[in-house]
């Protein structure tokens, strides 16, 4: 287990290097100029090129990227280009509001898709099961920044119950969580849905209903330990895209997270604040895929990690 660990997070470097070379070089080769664009549009071209040697512009892309990477295996991830702080305090001080808004989020989609995936398949085509599937279709189908300006309207302006924007309170985090996870509750209902249909039909579960076990226990024994698999990996791509992409959500309730952080910085080409807060995203995602991984072996033991 433990040389199964150290070699998923040593895979993490070549895969950090990858992802950020790749960003680099599309930001730097991308039109317009980073100097100029801080300078302003009547700036000389002396100044420009004056700040585009302090930036370090002035040099090959490669190089320009191998100083950043050597930078940051010292603890230094620059500073924003437009508004001058520092990109890593900067980013831990957002994280943990994407990291609350995503874990909500999460866990509302998980624990209510999950129990209604399972009863639709044991009940399936039953009112509960084409209740459940007409659920998923129209969350699925609800865009998240029309379903959080619609929440606001009932839940803020009408009824006065919650919030509208901003953080400070667990209040505020209910709304945004509930946007998140409205689509992600419909993915992990499909797809526990699908996957306990498939497990029931199989021979095994026929065999312990002819034995006369009983039903939930067949149920919780047997059909979910064994179509769970399928799940988790829902539920950890979900994760990891809630802890990257509440772009949308972030911006509707005004939270400031790591998503309107990094929209933020590429509209503006700040390439500091992009590549720290892509490398940090990276390794977030890497452990949750990791978390991912380990649960496998925990729900079923078949699975050899060390293989």
């Keep these: 287990m433990f040389k199964y660990v150290a070699k998923r997070l040593l895979w993490l470097i070549p895969v950090v290097i990858g992802i950020t070379l790749f960003i680099f070089v599309i930001l730097s080769v991308a039109p317009g100029d980073p100097a100029q664009m801080i300078l302003g549009m009547d700036a000389s071209e002396a100044d420009v090129e004056k700040l585009r040697a302090e930036m370090g512009l002035d040099k090959p892309?490669?190089?320009?990227y191998i100083n950043y990477m050597a930078n940051v295996l010292r603890g230094n991830f620059g500073t924003s280009w437009l508004s001058g702080y520092k990109v890593l305090p900067e980013f831990l001080h957002r994280l943990p509001n994407t990291i609350a808004l995503g874990t909500l989020a999460m866990f509302f989609a998980a624990v209510l898709g999950i129990s209604l995936g399972i009863v639709a398949a044991i009940r399936q085509n039953t009112v509960i099961d084409y209740f459940s599937l007409a659920l998923a279709v129209l969350l699925f189908s609800l865009p998240a920044f029309w379903f959080g300006l619609m929440t606001q309207i009932l839940f803020c302006l009408n009824l006065g119950w919650l919030p509208a924007s901003g953080v400070g309170s667990a209040k505020h985090f209910i709304l945004p969580a509930l946007t998140l996870g409205a689509n992600v509750l419909a993915s992990q209902l499909r797809m526990t849905r699908t996957s306990m249909l498939d497990v029931v039909k199989q021979d095994y579960i026929r065999t312990a209903r002819a034995k006369g076990a009983d039903e939930r226990r067949v149920v919780f024994k047997h059909v979910l330990r064994n179509g769970m698999l399928p799940v988790v990996t829902q539920v950890g791509i979900s994760y990891a895209s809630c802890m990257g992409g509440s772009i949308v959500t972030e911006s509707v309730f005004s939270i400031p997270g790591i998503g309107s952080l990094l929209i933020n910085a590429v509209k503006a080409r700040d390439i500091p604040v992009v590549m720290?807060?892509?490398?940090?995203?990276?390794?977030?995602?890497?452990?949750?895929?990791?978390?991912?991984?380990?649960?496998?072996?925990?729900i079923d033991p078949r699975v050899k990690l060390s293989k």
């Design 276 to 298: 720290g807060s892509i490398i940090f995203v990276a390794i977030i995602v890497g452990l949750i895929n990791l978390l991912v991984d380990l649960l496998y072996a925990w």
């Design 61 to 64: 892309v490669l190089v320009q």
